[in-house]
């Protein structure tokens, strides 16, 4: 029996994000990865591995590291890339990234990935060409995201496509909203 509160038929049950192994319940879209991470405690603070070339996750060299940041509340979404793969590792902040598959041949087209990762909660974030993805900062401080992509930035001929976040064709094109 319902118990009789007002508005008990409008809640909604809440799913868990992960399983009982701490496994992401959400279905991955095809080429994207992600590596948690799990800081070592030592006397002076922590460390915290960023990447591998032993990681599965690193399959191409790492070529250019830059660090990007976000202001708090600020979001920066959509890009996509069409050669270079991304791989993002927050440092500081709590964000939350998107990712949409609109690859129309893809076996997981329509599909939405969000992760939500901080200096708490590191992960690497690998995110193949031609997926929109872009992130919010969520957290309360300036946050800072080190990529590590597969290709350099070239300057003449930026491998960087944008579709403003809050433009109509987003909003048709990408089902998140901020």
């Known amino acids: 029996m319902k118990p009789n509160i007002i508005g008990i038929d409008k809640l909604l049950q809440k799913q868990s994000a992960v399983s009982k192994s701490k496994e992401l319940q959400q279905k991955q879209i095809d080429g994207v990865s992600i590596k948690f991470i799990r800081p070592v405690c030592h006397e002076d603070g922590t460390l915290a591995e960023i990447a591998r070339i032993d990681w599965t996750e690193i399959v191409n060299p790492i070529v ?3 660090v990007t940041t976000t202001q708090a509340g600020r979001i920066r979404a959509w890009g996509l890339h ?9 440092v500081k902040g709590l964000v939350s990234i998107v990712v949409y598959d609109g690859r129309m041949d893809s076996p997981t087209y329509g599909l939405l990935n969000e992760f939500k990762v901080s200096e708490r909660n590191p992960a690497l974030l690998v995110i193949p060409p031609n ?3 872009g992130w919010k900062n969520i957290g309360t401080d300036e946050a800072f995201i080190i990529n590590m992509p597969t290709s350099m930035y070239n300057y003449e001929k930026p491998d960087a496509l944008d579709l403003p976040y809050d433009s109509d064709d987003a909003i048709a094109t990408v089902p998140h909203r901020w």
Do not use: E, G, I, K
């Open 131 to 133: 997926l929109y993805h």
């Open 64 to 66: 250019h590291v830059h």
């Open 82 to 90: 069409q050669n270079s793969t991304d791989r993002l590792f927050v």
